[in-house]
């Protein structure tokens, strides 16, 4: 459903898009379930296009206020706009092509020849090319094909049918082991025949391309970006232009991102389902719950060390090169961890500008049982860390003045220039300074069974499955209005904070707009004059034209595909968090309560791109519920 204009968008990925030089022709009559299969078969998660007329013709005809009737599809006017829905579909096929994206194209099968012979065209630009065939019995293609509400003439779906059945054996012999033949009929399991579908697919998708034109092409068009790149931005810049770059949660990039958003997203978590198998270009760190925030390096300005906070990236930085620079600008606690950070920091000769986060310093460490084990113990935010007595890591920490985990690096002549990128190379460390990376270093730990893979590969395969639901528009809005996106989100907060995941989605977006209208109901009758509350309602106004039913539709499909992401984020995160060697608990005023790691950072290593993993349901309940003590808090 998406428009042609948003494919246009998406077609700037090119060579390191991740189904590069592949396609995948999608066969079966009608009946067959194929649209059905191809989202259970999470094709769009890995990253492929769909070339599909019927989607663009159906549109049109909507926009048009024509029923899907036969009518009105073979009336003049409809049979001109199924012409331009294929002319629209040629061009969008092109686009696609001539960035040698990931293709599916979507046909019956009945011609082998027209199937053949674009076959044959894709490899000779170089690509690799499969087919999955969606096959029924003739009785249940026709049982659905009798309910559909583009019902065809029953003796030409028998002799489409027919059609299919006999070129099968054209396509075995052309496809050979890359025809992958799904049986949908009635009474099949059809679940373990698109994890199969998948499972072929996935390493389909994934394999690097052996074609020599596929191989030189790739090389040309690298020599391009670095050229460019040498002209201007760097390949990653748009990543990591931002100092200290906020990131969002992984199910929130649906919200933000629009259609390339959802699909990254989509794609970062099937990169970490693999990387957990060893299989993936992804790499992981760990978000440590510390604080404050601690920049460190050498000022690009006259080569000396300085401590700060994030005002270094002001107009005019903001470091501290002494003491009484830190006196001047801060006090208590601030003041005491920078002045710390300044003396034992600044023997280490750290070179580049990096930034951390403050985990502890010697008065801050205490030592507590819990569940029976003594424990060396530092508490700096929500997150109570725990270390067991008599370990060699304990009495590292115990022997240290400050503890410090570090996650980026920047570099620049000047601070005004600086580029963020995710790691610190050689973490700096000594006696006094327990300086630890943030970069997971032991993820493939966490290896996970057979199970639980194919439990994170259907969440991501039925993410696939909506996001093909939602409507190009409704994304397109929803990335343009950021007022909006900010305002969904925040009544998604509304959940997470009480440790809650919303129900259906129809009725959580019937209560969005129940939420929206009480918002600005309540800004409204706060203002005095006719004026100021004629602002706030046209704000109102303004929200609510959004909701039409077509995009209701899609927030309710978008909702139940943030729900897919999420529950395969926390089976991933479960397994990460079992491979944790410092413990972590919640304190409350009856005693402590075991909880995972504040969240993880997965980085792809081709783009520097990074997304954030967070279990909000557990991490931001502690964070806001008043039962759980921070660092600074003492039980009454």
Known sequence: ?????EHIKDIDEGVNDPAIFKAIFLAGGPGSGKTFIVGRTGLTSLGFRVVNSDTAFENALKKAGLEMNPDNIFSVKGQGIRDRAKELTAKQQALYIKGRLGLVIDGTGRDSEKILR?????EGLGYSTAMILVNTDKETALKRNDARPRRLDPDVVGDMWDEVQRNLGEYQKKFKSRLIIVDNSEGKDYNKETLRAYRIMSRFAKAEPMNPIAKKWIATQREEVVIKSSMGKTFTDFITEQKNTHMTHIEDKVLYGGVKGTREAINALRNI?????????SKLSTKWDGAPAIFCGEDPRDGEFFVAKKGVFNKNPKVYKTDAEIDADTSGDLADKLKLALKHLKPLGIKQVIQGDFLFTKQDLGKEK?????YLTFHPNTIVYAVELGTEAARTINNSKIGIVWHTTYTGKTFEDMKASFGVKNPPKSKNVWGQDAMLTNASEATMNEKETAEVTKNLSTAGFLFNKIAGDTLRELEKNQKLAQTIEQFNNTFVRKGE??????T???????????????????????KGKGRQQDKLDALLDFFSPQNKKSLENM????KQLVFAKLKLINRLNSISNIDAFVKTKKGYKTTGAEGYVAIDKLTGGAVKLVDRLEFSYNNFSPDILKGWDKPK
Request: proline letters at 0%.
């Open 1 to 5: 459903m998406l428009s042609f204009a």
């Open 118 to 122: 674009q076959k044959r065209m894709l």
């Open 273 to 281: 389902r693999d990387m957990l198998a060893g299989k993936s270009s």
């Open 370 to 374: 819990i569940d029976g084990k003594q």
């Open 501 to 506: 995941m919303h129900g259906n989605s129809k």
């Open 508 to 530: 959580h977006t019937d209560r969005l707009i129940k939420f929206i209208q009480k918002k600005y109901q309540k800004r409204i009758d706060k203002r005095k004059t006719e």
């Open 559 to 562: 909702f139940e595909l943030q």
